[in-house]
């Protein structure tokens, strides 16, 4: 399935977030264009589902596997593309057999060498921007760096509200069990209690 068309946008920098379910047993792909060049990263949370973890696996536009196959519950991935084309994104969920994955799965691709472009055409009308650019630059990658360190904390965030919930139902599930056991036990108490006077009254009578 791809997620973003290499003819879609020429923008220098592109940021997707997606929650992606995997039901058990299988295994989905999906593919990111990534130009010449440009920086990919690729993030892996697992939010919900069985034991919280997953396999996760990226293959480059050649099919090489650039970042093998991990049962994990998080995973990261970050490299320069030398060539640009499709980058295979796998989630795996064919270890479990039964419990269904809740995954977040956020990308980036963003190029540097727009910011030379945009020098080079300062330049062509006598304009000297070399500072502006490094400037531009350092606060480029910092952004970048926060929306990566955002994202973590939002999939954190994310896991941790699905594990309350998880709880909430294991342990309201367990405190109706337990009411229905205690008003169980006190019927049957009741039960016996009574059997035992009809006994007795009646062995009186006998009497």
């Avoid at 030398?82 to 994104?89: E, H, L, Q, R, S």
């Avoid at 304009?127 to 490094?134: D, I, K, Y």
């Amino acid at each position: 399935m791809p997620l973003f068309d290499e003819n879609a946008d020429d923008a220098p920098a592109v940021a997707m977030e997606y929650k992606v379910h995997v039901d058990p047993g299988k295994e989905e792909c999906y593919f990111q264009f990534v130009q010449k060049g440009a920086t990919i990263y690729v993030s892996f949370q697992v939010l919900r589902g069985g034991d919280g973890m997953a396999g996760f696996a990226i293959r480059n536009p050649s099919g090489q596997l650039v970042h093998p196959y991990q049962w994990k519950p998080a995973s990261e991935f970050q490299e320069v593309s030398p060539t640009g084309g499709y980058y295979g994104i796998c989630v795996d969920n064919q270890f479990s057999r039964f419990a269904a994955k809740l995954v977040n799965l956020y990308i980036t691709t963003f190029r540097y060498d727009q910011w030379e472009k945009f020098t080079q055409e300062l330049k062509d009308i006598d304009v000297s921007a070399e500072n502006c650019t490094n400037i531009l630059q350092g606060v480029d990658k910092r952004i970048q760096g926060i929306l990566q360190m955002q994202q973590l904390a939002r999939s954190r965030e994310a896991r941790d509200y699905n594990l309350l919930l998880d709880n909430e139902t294991y342990v309201q599930n367990w405190s109706i069990a337990q009411c229905v056991v205690v008003i169980a036990c006190f019927v049957v108490q009741v039960y016996f209690v009574k059997k035992l006077f009809e006994t007795k009254n009646s062995g009186r009578g006998r009497i």
